[in-house]
Nanobody, 116 residues
Framework: QVQLVESGGGLVQAGGSLRLSCAASRMIFSFKSMGWYRQAPGKQRELVADMTTGGSTNYAASVKGRFTISRDNAKNTVYLQMNSLKPEDIAVYYC??????????WGQGTQVTVSS
């Protein structure tokens, strides 16, 4: 069983920054891909950014240039650096890892709130 624990959410003013962390209970290079999703009130969960085990990254158009996904293999942790935050970024952010047998694992979510 894989456990993902997120941290780093909170309240920030528009234009500010936050860094989310997702710590995994096993070595992250064992996963096929790692990503961040978000779900705003009344909306479907959407992909924000993801990264393959090889290091290729993919971003939603709405966050490209503002958010950066990265990882620290030694700490088994994936990060989402969020800059220039906007009120439309308000959501619960989830990390999700996929393994090579098509299992998906999810964190508990962390709230990000941006005040205008």
């Amino acid at each position: 069983q894989v456990q993902l624990v997120e941290s780093g959410g909170g309240l920030v003013q528009a234009g500010g920054s936050l860094r989310l962390s997702c710590a995994a209970s096993r070595m992250i290079f064992s996963f096929k891909s790692m990503g961040w999703y978000r779900q705003a009130p009344g909306k479907q969960r959407e992909l924000v950014a993801d990264m393959t085990t090889g290091g290729s990254t993919n971003y939603a158009a709405s966050v490209k240039g503002r958010f950066t996904i990265s990882r620290d293999n030694a700490k088994n942790t994936v990060y989402l650096q969020m800059n220039s935050l906007k009120p439309e970024d308000i959501a619960v952010y989830y990390c999700s890892f996929a393994d090579w047998t098509y299992n998906n694992y999810w964190g508990q979510g962390t709230q990000v709130t941006v005040s205008s």
